[in-house]
């Protein structure tokens, strides 16, 4: 009897990437940033991608603005469509600027099981939002960035995020301002 051919094993990766067809498992991978002048958000307009196979990160934000009010340079995404980034910030910068980068991985069909994204509002404590069962050892949870509602100087207001379970996502920050924090849930087969 001929025993079953090993996908892993001496070659690695080598018999799940013939699978599918020697090529990798990553459809795209797209880059750039949205600056936001005169209004709360702005579009960067991407190749098209599939939705349900495609990850946002956000890669951080950085401002032209010479006052600190986190209002203007804290900024969110989210995949809005096939084709569209979307960056928000609570106070438009004005005759400022916010800049926020991001990156979009498109996998090949068979890599995703499901993607879910959302916002959390969260004042000083922890936000949570319940989600289709995922299974947490095949699922990465992504902080899409903050909207801060605080108007001060003490702009030390941050979050954190965490899959607290298969069905719970959770914000957290520990200053009293309001935050609006984004997240997507993108869990593997």
């Known amino acids: 009897m001929r025993r079953p051919r090993n996908l892993l094993g001496p070659q690695g990766m080598g018999g799940l990437v013939s ?23 702005a579009t960067a307009t991407i190749t098209a991608v599939d939705v349900a196979n495609t990850r946002l990160r956000w890669l951080g934000s950085r401002a032209s603005i010479t006052a600190v009010n986190g209002q203007q340079y804290f900024a969110n995404l989210v ?32 890599v995703v099981k499901s993607i879910q994204q959302g916002e959390l509002s969260v004042a000083g404590t922890t936000a949570t939002t319940t989600i ?8 990465e949870l ?22 607290t379970d298969g069905v719970t996502v959770s914000a957290t920050n520990v200053v009293g301002s309001t935050l609006y924090v984004t997240w997507q849930a993108v869990e593997f087969f």
């Not at 459809?27 to 709360?40: H, L, N, P």
């Open 79 to 110: 995949l809005t469509n096939s084709t569209t980034v979307t960056a928000t910030v609570v106070t438009s910068p004005g005759v400022n600027s916010c800049i926020v980068g991001y990156e979009i991985t498109e996998y090949m069909p068979g």
């Open 132 to 139: 289709t069962r995922v299974n947490v050892d095949k699922t």
């Open 19 to 41: 699978l599918w067809g020697a090529s990798s498992l990553i459809r795209s991978v797209q880059r750039g940033t949205i600056t936001i002048t005169g209004a709360t958000s």
């Open 142 to 163: 992504s902080f899409n960035g903050f909207r801060d509602n605080d108007t001060s100087n003490n702009n030390g207001v941050f979050a954190t995020v965490a899959l």
